[in-house]
């Protein structure tokens, strides 16, 4: 079971900025894809940010221009750089990789962090 776990979330104004990690607890032999996904209540969880293996990303809308996502210096990293915060920026965020990990190589894993919290104050 590949564990995946978040850091970096917290309060800050708006205008703000913060930045996310995200790391895998094994070593990632086969990347498919990273990606940053957040959830504010009463909403559905959505997309924010992906990095695929080959290095294409793709952004929400409404974040592009103010996050950048990209692969740590730890093979098995992901960063979220979130600038110019907005209060609706706010909510869950959660981290997920898909790959193939060295504790199975036989079949690719997809998991998902247990989220951090971010709050943008107006």
């Known amino acids: 079971q590949v564990q995946v776990v978040e850091s970096g979330g917290g309060l800050v104004q708006a205008g703000g900025s913060l930045s996310l990690s995200c790391a895998a607890s094994?070593?990632?032999?086969?990347?498919?894809?990273m990606g940053w996904y957040r959830q504010a209540p009463g909403k559905q969880r959505e997309l924010v940010a992906r990095?695929?293996?080959?290095?294409?990303?793709n952004y929400a809308d409404s974040v592009k221009g103010r996050f950048t996502i990209s692969r740590g210096d730890a093979k098995n990293t992901v960063l979220l750089q979130m600038n110019s915060l907005k209060p609706e920026d706010s909510g869950v965020y959660y981290c997920?990789?898909?790959?193939?990990?060295?504790?199975?190589?036989?079949?690719?894993?997809?998991?998902w962090g247990q989220g951090t919290q971010v709050t943008v104050s107006s």
């Open positions: 990095v695929t293996s080959g290095g294409s990303t």
């Open positions: 997920n990789i898909v790959g193939v990990s060295d504790i199975d190589i036989s079949r690719h894993f997809d998991s």
């Open positions: 094994t070593n990632i032999i086969n990347l498919i894809s």
